[in-house]
């Protein structure tokens, strides 16, 4: 009980997911996932996550108690976000990669700003948080190319809006669960704005525009044939999204959060069947 409560709410599940966005984009381009980067890609999101959900606790009181009593009851936090941020530079350091020590650096940084800087401009700006967050974790398709040392394609730039679409999503998702404690501290989300049920149909639409974009990149032969096996996670997407509108409880939004680590395993189980039936990659 105490392994699962740490990986959900210690900031681990969305670390790994972050883990399995490198695998994916290996996956599709087909090109070598190290253990370094995955490594660095996992520290990054946890520093980031762990930092997010300590500073957030007093608010998660209303809209996430598990969480909040689970961090309260330890005092460790920020010595592990300390001990994380070392370990990722001195990783990031020993790549001798300039482009991955820039651009990792600047998505910590650009994730914990926004608890201390631009949290802000929700207040201001509608819809603020979830284009910020997905924002950053589209950036982590861009990540993977710099530590390749290869020309972005375009390909890559197409699997980043992917994500970025999926992530927003998902971002409005939980901020159905933080309703409350948005609405109490005035930010700005999609469903403080337009309501919950307005936000439902929201969310539908998105679910379905991923699917039609990555159909047409895969048509068009910008992204390889395997990367359509990932459409099936808008049918868990929907199943989450269905169970949020009957609010069946904190369980669904923490299925919700293991969407990004499907991703991989989508692919890679699409990988495997083309080889099997020894399918062209792409259809163009």
């Not at 001990?83 to 001798?96: E, P, Q, R, Y």
């Not at 403080?192 to 039609?212: A, D, P």
């Amino acid at each position: 009980m105490h392994l699962w409560k740490e990986l959900v709410f210690g900031g681990h599940l969305f670390a790994i997911g972050s883990v399995s966005v490198m695998l994916m984009c290996a996956a599709i381009f087909l090109l070598p996932a190290s253990i370094e980067i995955m490594c660095i890609s996992y520290l990054l999101f946890y520093i980031i996550y762990l930092n997010d959900y300590s500073k957030g606790v007093c608010v998660d009181k209303i809209t996430n108690s598990g969480r909040a009593s689970y961090l309260q009851s330890r005092g460790s936090n920020f010595i592990l976000i300390n001990l994380a941020s070392c370990l990722f530079f001195v990783l990031l350091l020993l790549s001798g990669n300039n482009g991955l020590i820039i651009t990792g650096t600047l998505i910590l940084v650009l994730g914990l700003l926004y608890g201390n800087v631009f949290k802000d401009l929700t207040k201001k700006i509608i819809g603020f948080k979830n284009f910020y967050v997905a924002a950053v974790w589209s950036f982590m398709v861009l990540f993977f190319f710099l530590q390749q040392s290869v020309d972005l394609t375009y390909g890559a730039l197409m699997l980043a809006f992917f994500v970025f679409l999926r992530m927003m999503n998902l971002q409005i998702m939980f901020d159905m669960r933080d309703f409350n404690g948005d609405m109490e501290e005035g930010l700005l989300t999609f469903p403080v704005r337009f309501g919950l049920q307005r936000n439902m149909t929201l969310m539908r639409i998105i679910n379905v525009l991923s699917v039609v974009f990555m159909t047409i990149c895969v048509l068009s032969g910008i992204l390889p044939l395997a990367s359509l096996s990932i459409i099936v996670v808008a049918y868990y997407a929907g199943k989450c999204i269905e169970d949020i509108s009957s609010q069946k409880g904190q369980l669904c939004y923490v299925f919700a959060a293991f969407e990004p680590i499907l991703w991989f395993l989508l692919v890679f189980a699409g990988n495997l069947f083309m080889q099997l039936l020894n399918i062209p990659t792409y259809m163009l």
